[in-house]
């Protein structure tokens, strides 16, 4: 029997890395202006109107939610997928389903399908923290690789996210069709986090899910979406996950007995929030802005830019300086960014810089690069 007191969280989990920033905010903040935070990432942007009318008028709730949800939260979401990625056949009946937040998701999936001791979960080279905790939370092992297909052995789990966090890098159709046909031949779940996916500067992302990429059938398969970036929802904690129904039925069978169930009010924020286009082109509008300006600045003060061809960051580095140095060198300017070492070894010379500023934080940021 498992000694529950000989194992604790901390040991079994990777180190929270933001903890290891608090040196370099301090030193950002002691700036005269003030601190120019592009480390985290979170919107700070208003919530359209149309999305807060629509909590405010769900807001009498009284009575448990399903962990299925609503009829017209998942059709909402299922419109969406067809409307603006492309993807139709969703059954909204039992190929989706709305989740807390697409972290929560991600952190529990392994756990929740049963994922264990002695199994495998491929996370990318260059990932997002909560693909290793949730493996590690199911005590499964993680390992980071540059290609799924490239990977010899047995495999429970295998995720890819595009537009990439950090990096911003889209996987092409191509390589995601590879993935798909590798992940089928392997009998793999293939799960692709693309949460970014209103997001493409430089290039146009993909789902998993399109027809193009998955011959029209979403077996072993799943998409991850979420409302924090497209429409600034990070507080409400809303997104969806859609795709193989094998899959679907099982996350929504353990969701019960867990009682992982959306809030009614924040399905309603949903569903108006996936039936609106033009709150996300007016985002798109000032990320592209932001993502203008802040690159030119750096690239003028040294700093290469790469990869970055999709969602809220500019991923960068600079030849005189390690990811740790490039943090130090502009916490001194009082802009705090996160080190690349944070998502991997891949990333050890790179720093993360998110758009995720107002305009008067990233034009102070500019000005200070170009003084």
Request: glycine letters at 8%; one cysteine or more; charged letters at 20%.
């Amino acid at each position: 029997m498992t000694d529950l007191f000989s194992s604790s969280t901390s040991s079994r989990l990777p180190d929270f890395p933001w903890d290891k920033l608090a040196p370099f905010k301090q030193k950002a903040a002691d700036h005269p202006d003030g601190i120019v935070d592009l480390s985290i990432g979170s919107p700070v942007d208003p919530v359209p109107d149309l999305v807060k009318k629509a909590l405010a008028d769900a807001a009498d709730a009284p009575a448990y939610p399903t962990t299925i949800g609503t009829a017209t939260a998942r059709q909402s979401a299922v419109d969406w997928l067809e409307r603006r990625l492309g993807v139709p056949g969703v059954d909204p009946r039992t190929g989706v389903l709305p989740v807390i937040g697409t972290k929560e998701l991600i952190m529990l999936l392994p756990m929740l399908l049963g994922v264990g001791a002695g199994d495998t979960v491929l996370i990318p080279d260059l990932a997002y923290p909560t693909y290793e905790a949730g493996a590690a939370l199911a005590r499964a092992k993680s390992v980071p690789v540059a290609d799924v297909t490239s990977y010899d052995g047995p495999v429970a789990v295998a995720y890819l996210n595009s537009p990439r966090n950090p990096s911003g890098e889209i996987t092409s159709p191509e390589e995601l069709k590879a993935a798909v046909e590798w992940a089928r031949a392997n009998n793999v779940l293939l799960v692709n986090d693309e949460c970014y996916v209103e997001f493409g500067w430089d290039e146009q992302p993909v789902s998993v899910l399109h027809p193009d990429v998955c011959g029209g059938s979403f077996d072993n398969l799943l998409a991850v979406h979420s409302l924090s970036k497209r429409s600034n929802l990070a507080g409400y904690r809303a997104g969806f996950v859609a795709g193989d129904e094998r899959i679907v039925t099982e996350l929504l069978a353990v969701r019960k007995h867990a009682g992982l169930m959306v809030p009614s009010p924040i399905q309603a924020a949903m569903a108006a929030a996936f039936a609106d286009d033009q709150h996300v082109e007016e985002q798109r509008e000032r990320y592209l802005r932001r993502r203008s300006v802040l690159r030119e600045a750096l690239s003028g003060a040294g700093w290469e830019i790469t990869l970055s061809q999709g969602g809220l960051y500019l991923w960068a580095e600079h030849p005189s300086y390690d990811a740790y140095g490039s943090v130090a060198a502009l916490s001194e300017l009082g802009i705090l960014v996160a080190p690349g070492a944070f998502y991997g070894e891949a990333g050890e010379r790179n720093i993360r810089v998110a758009l995720t500023g107002t305009d008067e934080r990233i034009d102070a940021a500019v000005k200070r690069l170009q003084s």
